[in-house]
């Protein structure tokens, strides 16, 4: 079956990098891109941005342009964010989920926490 | 980017009573071409990632009960569960994948009355 599995909960300081992994099984990695969404506690869902596992094409959200980079590495079946100078704003769970626009499969999420 | 509206933020229902939630977005997410309209459902339950529920703003998924229903058109959706279960106590959204960026609305708790 379908399966995402994200790497563990991060506690970083304001102004470090934070990377988020998201391992995949039970489907061909490159036929599906890869998604990114975040939820800040008791928010909302916020798209952050998309990679094709294919190309490696992507599309951030104007608000993550320049602090946020999204890769894959096929040989492993695994995609990455990356999100620099972290602000305590960015305290949230992050989720990968397969596809670009019909979310089947999701990660169990990622808690960054920003604190100093 | 197009800005999703959700209408209630809230609401209580009696077990076994209509749920009717609604989804306005400022463009239109309705393809020309394929005549689909590029909106989906998703269902959050507490401590849980998001599980989609309803794509192309009438397509059930796989597995989703019967109960579960989208309909709507253009700019204006609604999801409705036509008799509300305790497992449907979730904070619900509304996602338009018709163009980058893409939004979700804000989200509407359902809670039983």
């Known amino acids: 079956q379908v399966q995402l599995v994200q790497s563990g909960a991060e506690v970083k300081k304001p102004g470090a990098s934070v990377m988020v992994s998201c391992k995949t099984s039970?489907?061909?990695?490159?036929?599906?891109?890869i998604t990114w969404v975040r939820q800040a506690p008791g928010q909302g869902l916020e798209w952050m941005g998309w990679?094709?596992?294919?190309?490696?094409?992507?599309n951030y959200a104007q608000k993550f342009q320049g602090r946020v980079t999204m890769t894959t590495d096929t040989s492993t079946r695994t995609a990455y964010m990356e999100v620099r100078s972290l602000r305590s704003d960015d305290t949230a769970m992050y989720y990968c989920?397969?596809?670009?626009?019909?979310?089947?499969?999701w990660g169990q999420g990622t808690l960054v926490t920003v604190t100093s | 980017d197009i800005v999703m509206t959700q209408s209630p933020d809230s609401l209580a229902v009696s077990l076994g009573e209509r749920a009717t939630i609604n989804c306005k977005s400022s463009?239109?997410?309705?393809?020309?071409?394929?005549?689909?309209?590029?909106l989906a459902w998703y269902q959050q339950i507490p401590g849980q990632p998001p599980k989609l529920l309803i794509y192309?703003?009438?397509t059930r998924e796989s597995g989703v009960p019967d109960r579960f229903s989208g309909s709507g058109s253009g700019t204006d959706f609604t999801l409705t569960i036509s008799s509300l279960q305790a497992e449907d106590v979730a904070v619900y959204y509304c996602?338009?994948?018709?163009?980058?960026?893409?939004?979700f609305g804000q989200g509407t708790k359902v809670e039983i009355k």
């Open positions: 192309w703003a009438s």
């Open positions: 990679i094709s596992t294919y190309n490696g094409n992507t």
């Open positions: 989920a397969r596809d670009i626009s019909l979310f089947q499969s």
């Open positions: 996602h338009q994948y018709y163009s980058f960026p893409q939004t």
């Open positions: 039970g489907y061909t990695f490159t036929t599906y891109g």
């Open positions: 463009q239109s997410v309705l393809h020309s071409s394929s005549n689909k309209n590029y």
